[in-house]
């Protein structure tokens, strides 16, 4: 069985299956493994592991997927579920016949973040009945409407007060958002190329701000997260 491995997984010292005889990994994960236990737990497991990089189609494919589902995945989180599609393409939907019978491998990805999960389950590539599936939407703090693309300004109010919520469908397809007990909402302020405080989306800095930041990357590095995991 092939594994591909996201750094948490590293940090948190999983445990690795015997049934495991390759352990496949993107530069961006051997990147983040700073610290010298998640470098001797690396090395522990060096002689099986090989450092391969996913296609930049598969990479784009999981880029627009992040977009949409806003799973709020790092680069590395992109690189690592775009890297189990394509070993899962390549190993596992290939035509069988007696010239490679004896080359196909179950491929899995050890992870323990739930972007990720969140994106191998919507992909069909993750399977754990005690994971629950959920979908993601953009809510207005203000005036609560919700949005399934990103944006950064409500569209109804205008105002910056837009997070990330939750969301679960019930057994009559009904959606039902799951906010968080306590929560207070923080102040996202924007500043464009030339410290110009963004106010609106009819800003001329906002345009200019999305051409210059995209949506990609926006999760901090893994190693400063560890205690969002279960977020």
Known sequence: MIAVVDTCYFL????????INKIIIPDSVKRELINDQSKEFYNLYKFMIEIRNPSSSYIDQIHKLNEKMHFNLSQADVEVSALTLELHEI???????????????????????????????YLNLYEDNQFISKKFKMRCFACFSTYE???????????NTISRVSVVVDENNKEKLLLKKNYKFQPKILYGAKGVEIKSSGQREYEQFIKMKGYK??????????GDLND
């Open 149 to 159: 693309e990103k944006i950064d300004f409500c569209k109804k109010c205008g105002l």
């Open 217 to 226: 990357n926006k999760k901090k590095p893994l190693t400063e997260v560890l």
């Open 91 to 121: 190993f596992c939907n290939t035509w069988v016949d007696k010239t490679n019978i004896n080359d196909l491998e179950d491929v899995t990805c050890l992870t323990l973040d739930n972007g990720i999960k969140q994106c191998l389950r």
């Open 12 to 19: 948190r010292r999983g445990t690795i299956s015997q049934n």
